[in-house]
T-cell receptor, first 113, second 116 residues
Framework: AQTVTQSQPEMSVQEAETVTLSCTYD???????LFWYKQPPSRQMILVIR??????QNATENRFSVNFQKAAKSFSLKISDSQLGDTAMYFC??????????FGKGTHLIIQP | EAGVAQSPRYKIIEKRQSVAFWCNPI?????LYWYQQILGQGPKLLIQ????????DSQLPKDRFSAERLKGVDSTLKIQPAKLEDSAVYLC??????????????FGAGSRLTVL
C-alpha cells in the first residue's frame, strides 16, 4: 500500500511571502499521479495542482508550483505571493496501482495579514 | 455545473443509533466515492462506485457501514450501529471516469457526524 507523509502539521507566513509545503510518499509503482488539494475552513476540498509521474516538467498553476523529485519520492508545493485566501488545510495525495487516492494528514497553512 | 450535493451537513446521534448520509454527484459522473475524514487526519476512502457497481470497498467496516448506489446516480451511506470513533466528516466525491488519476475528483461539502 502507498503511504503519503506530510511532516509539517502547521505553517504560518506573512501575506505576500513564499511558502513551501513538503510531501513525501512511498510506492513501488512507476506510473502514478500526485495531487495537492486545498480544504478551506468549513468549505469543500478543491484541487490545487496535479503532477503525472512520467512527466519530468514540474506542474504550475498561477501562483502554485510543485517540485517533483521522483527518485527522492518528494512532491513539495510552493505558493508564491501568498494571500489571505490561501489559509486552509493542504493535503498531498497519491494515486497509482490498485489503490485509490491516498491522502497525507495535511498541513494547516495560516497566512498572516 | 452544479456541484456534489450532500445532506445532512451536520448530524448528532447517540452511540448505537443509526444514521444515513446522502450524496448526489455531478450529473454524468460515473464514479462516486465516499471518504471518512477524522479530525486532524486526511480523508480515507471507504468505498468507490463505478456506475452502480462497487469498485473498492476494502476499507469499509462492513459490520456497521453499508453503502448503495442503486440507479448509478445518487448514493446513500449508512452506519448502524454507530460508535464513538465514527465521529468524522463524511465526504462524497465524484469523477467522470474511474481512477488512474486521469480525472479530478470533485468533492461535496461533507456531512459532519458527532457520536455521543
Amino acid at each position: 500500500a502507498q503511504t503519503v507523509t506530510q511532516s509539517q502539521p502547521e505553517m504560518s507566513v506573512q501575506e505576500a511571502e513564499t511558502v513551501t509545503l513538503s510531501c513525501t510518499y512511498d510506492t513501488s509503482e512507476n506510473n502514478y499521479y500526485l495531487f495537492w488539494y486545498k480544504q478551506p475552513p468549513s468549505r469543500q476540498m478543491i484541487l490545487v495542482i496535479r503532477q503525472e509521474a512520467y512527466k519530468q516538467q514540474n506542474a504550475t498553476e498561477n501562483r502554485f508550483s510543485v517540485n517533483f523529485q521522483k527518485a527522492a519520492k518528494s512532491f513539495s508545493l510552493k505558493i508564491s505571493d501568498s494571500q489571505l485566501g490561501d489559509t486552509a488545510m493542504y493535503f498531498c495525495a497519491f494515486e497509482g496501482g490498485a489503490d485509490g487516492l491516498t491522502f497525507g494528514k495535511g498541513t494547516h497553512l495560516i497566512i498572516q495579514p | 455545473e452544479a456541484g456534489v450535493a450532500q445532506s445532512p451537513r451536520y448530524k448528532i446521534i447517540e452511540k448505537r443509533q443509526s444514521v444515513a448520509f446522502w450524496c448526489n454527484p455531478i450529473s454524468g459522473h460515473a464514479t462516486l466515492y465516499w471518504y471518512q475524514q477524522i479530525l486532524g487526519q486526511g480523508p480515507k476512502l471507504l468505498i468507490q462506485f463505478q456506475n452502480n457497481g462497487v469498485v473498492d470497498d476494502s476499507q469499509l467496516p462492513k459490520d456497521r457501514f453499508s453503502a448503495e448506489r442503486l440507479k448509478g446516480v445518487d448514493s446513500t451511506l449508512k452506519i448502524q450501529p454507530a460508535k464513538l470513533e465514527d465521529s468524522a466528516v463524511y465526504l462524497c466525491a465524484s469523477s467522470s471516469v474511474g481512477g488512474a488519476g486521469a480525472n479530478v475528483l470533485t468533492f461535496g461539502a461533507g456531512s459532519r457526524l458527532t457520536v455521543l
